[in-house]
């Protein structure tokens, strides 16, 4: 396995020179589809949008400042994995299984993480805005502070996660459970949240100004949310 970490490193490194920052390609591969990388270990590396890392395995590895905007990790497994400074803007992540994984400040900015399996997840201040994490199953999952914006969680898995001083602006959280979430001090003006379930969930602080609720909307109890000019889009009995 350390040979095998030795030639993922080695397949774009990334230098500074003059606040310019290049790739180099070593041996041109970009196609690490199915591979076993598990407990890998790099470090600052760029690699091109096509970078292929399908169903591969990267259980336990251990990333930092390490680009893959644009790549392709369709059914790949992060399980245990350790992220930081990793970017995955505009990435496919769907289907992707990340058990107790951690991704510390990274960047998921316009990606598709629609069935991301990531329990317990730690994705404090993860940038999130326009992803799509549709179905995805997100319980208990550190989210503190992370950019939300404009993002789609229809029938997202929520319940128990922590959300606090997240910002929501404008997310679609159609059908999203939400159940006993800690929602304190988060954005959530302007979201979607047709059928949405806060049932149990903390919304001290939240600000949900202009938020869209309608029948099947949830809220905990005794929640008053007159003062938040909330859009109902179907008159209830």
Do not use: W
């Amino acid at each position: 396995m350390e040979l095998l970490a030795i030639k993922l490193e080695q397949a774009y490194k990334r230098t500074s020179e003059a606040a310019r920052t290049s790739i180099f390609p070593l041996n041109g591969r970009n196609d690490f589809s199915r591979s076993d990388l598990a407990n890998s270990i790099l470090s600052h590396a760029l690699f091109s949008p096509n970078f292929d890392a399908r169903g591969s395995d990267f259980t336990g590895a251990r990333f930092t400042d390490v680009g893959f905007k644009g790549g392709d990790f369709v059914g790949a497994r992060l399980n245990k994995a350790f992220f930081e400074f990793v970017e995955f803007n505009a990435a496919d992540l769907s289907g992707v299984e990340a058990l107790e994984f951690t991704c510390v400040l990274c960047a998921f900015a316009g990606a598709d993480l629609r069935g991301f399996v990531a329990p317990q997840a730690s994705l404090f201040r993860a940038e999130l805005a326009r992803a799509d994490l549709s179905r995805a199953s997100l319980e208990d999952a550190d989210l503190r502070y992370a950019d939300l914006r404009a993002a789609r969680l229809v029938g997202t898995k929520l319940d128990g996660a922590n959300l606090s001083e997240a910002n929501l602006r404008e997310a679609t959280l159609d059908g999203t459970s939400l159940r006993g979430a800690n929602l304190r001090n988060a954005n959530l003006s302007g979201v979607d949240m047709r059928g949405a379930d806060l049932s149990r969930a903390d919304l001290s602080g939240a600000n949900l100004k202009s938020a869209s609720v309608d029948c099947a909307t949830k809220f905990p109890e005794g929640f008053d949310g007159s003062r938040f000019a909330l859009i109902r889009t179907q008159a209830c009995r």
